[in-house]
């Protein structure tokens, strides 16, 4: 799925991303947290009282060389909320690579499991 404005998306998801990396016990204070969707970049400044506000910029040469973590338009859903976690995504797509915090990553991009109810029960 594409999502058409990924620094809105990463703005709402905000919230969860901080809570994201709280829970797993990660101190990134002056750090950054950037991802690349080869198209654009998204960064977002941790500080004390968590991410900061998505900051969009163009496109980025050799984005895990540059401290980001890579991520295709179209799987940027998947690794966000989907079952496939951002390592489980990179070992089936060449257009998906961890940024060199593999910590991080895996506190952001987690698998999740829960079923969705997507249609009507009439019962």
């Known amino acids: 799925m594409r999502i058409p404005d990924e620094g809105a998306l990463l703005d709402a998801l905000r919230p969860e991303l901080d809570r994201r990396l709280a829970s797993a016990g990660l101190d990134r204070t002056g750090d950054e947290v950037v991802i690349c969707t080869y198209a ?3 960064r977002m400044a941790v500080t004390p009282e968590g991410l900061g506000p998505v900051r969009t910029g163009g496109t980025m040469q050799d ?8 991520v295709a338009p179209d799987a940027l859903a998947t690794a966000l909320l989907g079952s496939s976690s951002l390592h489980d995504l990179s070992a089936t797509r060449p257009d998906v690579a961890p940024g060199p915090g593999e910590d991080v990553d895996r506190a952001l991009f987690p698998r999740l499991t829960a079923d969705v109810l997507t249609y009507y029960l009439p019962w």
């Open 63 to 70: 984005p895990t060389d540059a401290g980001a973590t890579a």
């Open 40 to 42: 654009r970049h998204h």
